[in-house]
């Protein structure tokens, strides 16, 4: 599984990927960005998460920096050991949330992902 990021003709890349890059810019390639780390920009914990979801949930939003390019991301973080500035890395799970606790048929959605782990 990859986590998978889209760099476009003026050299930007955005997570998730898009049609079209900022300013109407074709996709030219895919970057799996599970294969580098990123910097903790700013995190938080969620103390009251939707059915299936653990609690507490800590989240960060992280920035990846791809060939002079940066990108970034929002997602689960697998402990609440930390802080902004922090190195972090993707690490692929199979369930990001309990997939027979939420109004929707298991089998209706992708329950796997990545969350970020301190190096």
């Known amino acids: 599984m990859t986590m998978e990021a889209t760099r476009y003709e ?3 890349i ?8 900022p300013g109407g810019a074709e996709p030219v390639e ?5 294969e580098h780390t990123a910097e903790v920009i700013t995190w938080t914990t969620s103390t009251a998460t939707p059915p299936g979801v653990r609690e507490p949930n800590h989240l960060a939003i992280v920035e990846f920096t ?5 990108v970034r ?3 689960q973080v ?10 972090v890395r993707p690490v692929y799970v199979e ?4 997939p027979g606790a939420g109004i929707r048929e298991p089998e209706s959605q992708d329950w796997d992902g990545y969350r ?3 190096v």
């Not at 955005?14 to 890059?21: A, D, K, M, N, V």
């Not at 791809?66 to 940066?70: C, H």
């Not at 369930?95 to 309990?98: F, K, N």
């Open 10 to 12: 003026d050299g930007s």
């Open 14 to 21: 955005s997570y998730p990927g898009h049609p079209r890059g």
């Open 30 to 34: 895919t970057i799996d960005l599970s």
């Open 66 to 70: 791809v060939d002079g390019e940066s």
């Open 73 to 75: 991301a929002l997602g």
């Open 78 to 87: 697998t402990t609440d050991d930390i802080e902004t500035g922090d190195e």
């Open 95 to 98: 369930e990001l949330r309990e």
């Open 116 to 118: 970020f782990e301190p």
